[in-house]
């Protein structure tokens, strides 16, 4: 079946092609029988606009690259959801790349996505030491905002949430209800978020027990490590088990369950992000709720105040970054609550 062209809707309509072309780019005034005459036609013919001729004639592809480290983390596709339709309601669309928890194939990925001339870039780097060089160099060259994790100071404008606040709230929930001997199930390395959590754990957990701090133990955002930290921790017999993540404390109270442990009445599981299955864990999982749907609508905004800029023969930002943290909100439920009693969400910070 032969294309519809412009060319058949104006003959169909009764007026110019330039008209048509007015109409249904929206970019003079038309008058109103007219456009009605002109749109009724193009419904009629079944025209679709020809988006690759469009992208030539505008330099612009309406078209966002989105870099993720991994999208098996099931706090991330909740986020793409959320992106997915801030950005087709301004009429783009996205490109998805996942990277493996790999820099090497996170910079690969950028400069393939890059190369196909997105007009924007949102990422979640892999690593904020490792990740820096390619998302500078990326930033130069077209309007780039990093999401929940950032990549230093000064590289790119980026929206997360309060990772500092959450991890407030947390300890100010177990001392609350007499939680005294804490310990932490955290992520090693330096991806921005695992840094803070831990830091802001490290910082906040002395006011509860001074030899707090000492009781952590890292290794990465998986129910795998969660499961064999326990086995690690446990034998100190802590009241209470902060986890970076929700899939590190899925893994904690599968491994407590399974050694017998009174979750919660002898320790409490605290997870980070409120993914799906924390409302479903055995108990029901306490966590920091992370503002999914404000993360997508302040990064969509964030890509739109930055104007594209032409290539710059040296990585770096084309004026100061802006940086947005968002308030999170603790959930409590059975992990945690005294009697096993779900609560409601917790205020903000």
Known sequence: ??????????????????????????????????????????????????????????????????????????????????????????????????????????????????????????????????????????????????????????VADSVAVDNAAGMALVLEHLAATGRRRPCFIGAAGTASAAAERRAAYAAGVAALDPTAPERAVLGDFSVEWGRAAVDRIWPARPDAVVCANDLIAAGALQRLRQLGADVPGEVAVTGFDDIPMAGLADPALTTVRQPVAELAVEAARLLTRRPAAAPAPIPGPRRPVRTVRLAPELVVRASSAPGGVRAEPCATS
Do not use: K, W
């Not at 193009?42 to 690759?52: I, Q």
């Not at 993720?68 to 301004?90: C, D, G, K, Y």
């Open 1 to 154: 079946m032969a294309e519809v062209t412009l060319r058949d809707v104006a003959r169909a309509a009764g007026c110019s092609v330039a008209t048509v072309s007015r109409v249904l780019a929206g970019t003079r005034p038309v008058g109103a029988e007219t456009a009605r005459a002109v749109r009724e036609a193009a419904d009629r013919l079944g025209y679709r606009p020809n988006e690759v001729a469009r992208a030539l004639r505008s330099r612009s592809t309406g078209t966002v690259g989105l870099v993720l480290p991994q999208i098996t983390n099931p706090f991330f596709p909740s986020l793409v959801r959320e992106l997915e339709h801030v950005l087709h309601a301004e009429g783009r669309a996205v490109l998805l790349a996942d990277c493996d928890d790999d820099p090497e194939t996170e910079a690969a990925r950028i400069g393939a996505l890059l190369g196909r001339r997105v007009d924007a870039l949102l990422l979640i780097p892999v690593d904020e030491r490792r990740s820096r060089e390619a998302v500078a160099a990326a930033a130069a060259q077209v309007p780039l905002v990093l999401l929940d994790r950032g990549c230093g100071p000064g």
